[in-house]
């Protein structure tokens, strides 16, 4: 990589990391988690920071039930571990907001990079680097705590080697391609295998040329191990960890979690009612999980045939690309060195997002890439064919075409700015209350009950522990009336409280 585009990586890293901690930092949010699946991803992440994947289930297991959680046979986060890996080191220096904030950085950077790497000029490669940063689909997310924040940029860079395998026939940057795809399998699913399926096209691609050539038998031998070997290691870590959490090798995480709270969770078509779940749901999740189940239920095959449109509509939809996909089809079709690393992965995951019954916007994501870098292409194509015409007036004509798209973006621009900017005027969310009132109580050693309200639905829960159950500084426990002496009788050393989660306040429990 030259100095050029070195100093642009920097520039593009500095850019996304100062809009995302804008984005997570904001007075509404202080770096707080929001949404159920945030606690639990930091909850998973911070059992890695001490060393472990699952806890020991505890006792009265049904006090402390939350979210994507497990109680019984083990405590832990119902998802593979890949985005938690990543909030990992962040949780262990004490500011996980961090996490997210550079996630934009590195996709913005890494977008720059794989556009490089398919052979984009250097403009068009920095257009695709700064398009995140003006969308309110894509920079928005990078202020919460969720998978998206890491996987986005290991698809980023996950294009980027898979593009440099073909282009240079070098094993390395297939094996970083394989070990790219491991992870992002650990952390969005479907992303993942979209990524396995572009590595096994780049694999065909490179055996059946070094057989043209007729290269060695170690040649291909080596390319074949470079693909195979980091992805069988990730088989043997992913059977690693279900073993640890699950007791058995073959059922992963969130099997075992939909089996005991969810049975209708997860791909695939829900045709007729499913099985009964095996834990009873607790009552403040309990609207959230029917929404889950009836979306599930109503799901067949028709449906999803009939919303590919709305699929497709949404991808197209995107700011600040939605004026201009049809200039990123243009340069998909035009460049064939983005056929494979770019075109195979955007079709093959959205062929796998669409067997899900969840249908906004968040989940097409990571369909994005995909379509900034194309738009990336189209916009370098544009610019070509502006130089071509000997005409004046045609060439006046191209010119003025290639500027369309410049005056869109830059509109695009300013009125996502404008929308950052009203973000710090939002009001405070929850949790920034709730655990404002939780904080004096850490240094007690406290148990809190949280008492949830009985007709709302909060899609929030703050009954996420430390790792460690025994030694927290402070227990939280669900709130369920006479059976709170039950735990209070196992922690009586511990002064017990009562929470109102929706008005904060704080009530002593008599012994």
């Given at each position: 990589m030259r100095k050029v585009d070195l100093a642009a990586f920097a520039l593009l890293l500095a850019l996304g990391t100062a809009e995302g901690t804008a984005l997570i930092l904001t007075p509404s949010r202080q770096g707080q988690p929001v949404i159920h699946d945030e606690f639990a991803y930091l909850l998973q992440a911070k059992m890695l920071a001490s060393g472990h994947v699952s806890m020991p289930s505890p006792e009265l297991p049904e006090f402390f039930e939350a979210a994507h959680v497990l109680v019984v046979p083990r405590y832990a986060a119902k998802y593979l571990p890949g985005h938690a890996l990543y909030l990992m080191p962040f949780v262990i220096l004490g500011v996980p907001?961090?996490?997210?904030?550079?996630?934009l950085g590195l996709f913005c950077a890494l977008l720059y990079c794989a556009a490089r790497a398919l052979g984009l000029h250097?403009?068009?490669?920095?257009?695709?680097?700064?398009?995140?940063?003006?969308s309110d689909n894509l920079a928005p997310v990078f202020g919460r705590y969720l998978s998206w924040t890491s996987a986005l940029p290991l698809i980023a860079a996950s294009i980027a080697c898979a593009a440099l395998a073909l282009r240079t026939r070098r094993a390395p940057w297939l094996a970083g391609l394989s070990a790219l795809a491991g992870w992002l399998f650990w952390d969005r699913p479907f992303a993942g295998l979209a990524m396995m399926i572009t590595l096994g096209?780049?694999?065909?691609?490179?055996?059946?040329?070094?057989?043209?050539?007729r290269l060695d038998r170690r040649a291909r031998l080596r390319w074949l191990l470079a693909a195979a070997a980091p992805l069988?290691?990730?088989?043997?870590l992913t059977l690693a960890v279900c073993k640890d959490v699950t007791g058995r090798f073959t059922e992963l995480p969130w099997a075992t979690y939909a089996r005991q709270y969810l049975p209708g969770d997860g791909p695939g078509f829900g045709p007729g009612a499913p099985p009964a779940p095996e834990r009873a749901v607790p009552a403040h999740d309990r609207r959230t999980f029917?929404?889950?189940?009836?979306?599930?239920?109503?799901?067949?095959?028709?449906?999803?045939?009939?919303?590919?449109?709305?699929?497709?509509?949404?991808i197209a939809s995107f700011e600040p690309t939605r004026l201009l996909w049809p200039l990123a089809l243009l340069g998909l079709v035009l460049s064939r060195a983005l056929w494979l690393p770019v075109g195979l992965f955007g079709l093959t995951f959205f062929c796998l997002q669409s067997t899900f019954h969840f249908r906004i916007a968040m989940y097409m994501l990571e369909a994005a890439p995909p379509l900034v870098l194309s738009l990336a292409a189209g916009l370098e194509g544009l610019a070509r064919l502006s130089q071509r015409p000997p005409q004046r007036a045609l060439r006046l004509l191209t010119t003025s075409l290639c500027s369309l798209p410049a005056l869109l973006l830059l509109t695009e621009g300013a009125q996502w700015l404008s929308?950052?900017?009203?973000?710090?005027?939002?009001?405070p969310v929850l949790t920034v209350a709730v655990e404002a009132a939780l904080a004096p109580l850490r240094s007690q050693h406290a148990l809190v009950f949280l008492r949830y309200p009985a007709d709302r639905d909060l899609n929030s829960d703050f009954g996420y522990n430390d790792p460690d159950l025994v030694h927290t500084p402070l227990l939280r426990a669900l709130d369920r009336g006479p059976r709170n002496a039950e735990l209070m009788a196992l922690h009586p050393d511990r002064p017990a409280y009562l929470l109102d989660v929706v008005t904060a306040r704080v009530t002593p429990l008599p012994r």
């Open positions: 907001w961090l996490g997210p904030a550079l996630g250097r403009a068009a490669a920095g257009a695709a680097g700064l398009l995140p940063l003006l096209a780049a694999t065909l691609v490179g055996l059946r040329e070094t057989a043209e050539v069988a290691l990730w088989g043997l029917e929404a889950m189940e009836q979306g599930r239920r109503a799901f067949t095959p028709q449906v999803a045939l009939a919303a590919l449109p709305q699929r497709l509509a949404v929308r950052l900017q009203t973000r710090g005027h939002e009001p």
